[in-house]
Structures are given as C-alpha cells and as structure tokens.
T-cell receptor
C-alpha cells in the first residue's frame, strides 16, 4: 500500500535560516509524483513544488527545493532564507498510480508545523 | 494561474438541514475535481473524486447518499451535505486537476462547516 510519512510534527527555524522538512514514502509503482503543499492558518492549501519519479534533477521553485533521493524513498523539502510568512503547516503528498494508469488521487502525510522565529 | 474558489467559506447550519458547497476552477477547465475533509490538526482525507459528466467515485467509508456530488460542468463541482449532523462539522476542501495537465492539483480555500 502507498504511504507518506512525515516524522516531524513541529519545527522551529530562525528567520533567514534554511530548514529541511522530512518526507518519506512507500510505493511499489515505478511511476509516481511527489508534492509539497503549504497550509497557513487560513486553511487554504498552497501548491509549492512537484517532483516526478522519473525526473533526473531535483525540483526547485524559488526558495523551495526538493531533495529527492529515490533509493531512500525520501522527498525532503528545503526552504532557504526562511521568512516569518513561511510559518504554516506543510504537507507532503504522493500521487497514487492505479492499475492501468494514474488515478491522480493524492495521499497526504500528517504534516509538519513550521514556526519561523524572528 | 490556476485559481480555485469555494463558496461559502464558512457556514453554520442546524442539525437536519442540507448544505451545498461549490467548487469552481476560475481560469482553467477541470474534468476531475476532488473533495477532501480535514479535522482539526489532522491531515486531508479524500472523500470522493468528482468527474464531469459522470458519477463521482467515493472512497471507502464515505456515504454517497449523505455527501452528494455533482460535477455538471468543466468548471464547477458541488458537494451537498444532506441531513447534516454535528459530527459532519469539519473543514471541507476541494481541488481541481487542470486539463490536460495530469499531475498537480490546485486547491480551493476551503469551507468550514459547523452543524449545531
């Protein structure tokens, strides 16, 4: 069964420093996608970054980068130069691939609450 | 961009009444939309996959007669919570997958339902 694990319920980081949020996954499908979403206290889910299982390079989007280690089945999110506005819940998710093709269902981890301190 | 709206953002209703929540993709077409439920301090749980022009696919344990889903156009899906009870109080959030892009889901801002 496919599974996403986020082992850090909460993290603190000083403003302007980098922080890594951990995510490991388990799947037997060779084709899958990994996502990170940010959920501030307002509740909206904001898409941050995507990594495909066949992508050769780690995904980057501005201050966000995804440290994709396929053999270890990890997809950690790195936020550089943290800002106060980065304080939020962060969810790692995996796109499920059903038999015969992608079903596009997302499986979410339990989330990591990031608090950026001034 | 890929903007998804939800309406209402917050609703309070009496037990036994029905509540309709709308999910719209504002600047793209979405053959497939998804409805999630999130309890406080918990992760998102997929309730159902909404497909334009066909019946929704419900996840195990989700009552399809209680949570009615209608995806009548390529930009609109609705979730109706019928005969709501206090235990239905939750944060409901939809997402849309942009056609023909297959991977990324874009989320609406969510609807907080409180059933008294």
């Amino acid at each position: 069964a496919q599974k996403i694990t986020q082992t850090q319920p909460g993290m603190f980081v000083q403003e302007k420093e980098a922080v890594t949020l951990d995510c490991t996954y388990d799947t037997s499908d060779p084709s899958y996608g990994l996502f990170w979403y940010k959920q501030p206290s307002s509740g909206e889910m904001i898409f941050l970054i995507y990594q495909g299982s066949y992508d050769q390079q780690n995904a980057t989007e501005g201050r966000y980068s995804l440290n994709f280690q396929k053999a270890r089945k990890s997809a950690n999110l790195v936020i550089s130069a943290s800002q106060l506005g980065d304080s939020a819940m962060y969810f790692c998710a995996m796109r499920e691939s059903g038999y015969g093709g992608a079903t596009n269902k997302l499986i979410f981890g339990t989330g990591t609450l990031l608090a950026v301190q001034p | 961009g890929a903007v998804v709206s939800q309406h209402p953002s917050r609703v309070i209703c009496k037990s036994g009444t029905s509540v309709k929540i709308e999910c719209r993709s504002l600047d793209f077409q979405a053959t497939t939309m998804f409805w999630y439920r999130q309890f406080p301090k918990q992760s998102l749980m997929l309730m159902a996959t909404s497909n334009e022009g066909s019946k929704a696919t419900y996840e195990q344990g989700v009552e399809k007669d209680k949570f009615l889903i209608n995806h009548a156009s390529l930009t609109l899906s609705t979730l109706t919570v019928t005969s709501a009870h206090p235990e239905d109080s939750s944060f409901y959030i939809c997402s849309a997958r942009r056609d023909p892009e297959a991977d990324t889901q874009y989320f609406g801002p969510g609807t907080r339902l409180t059933v008294l």
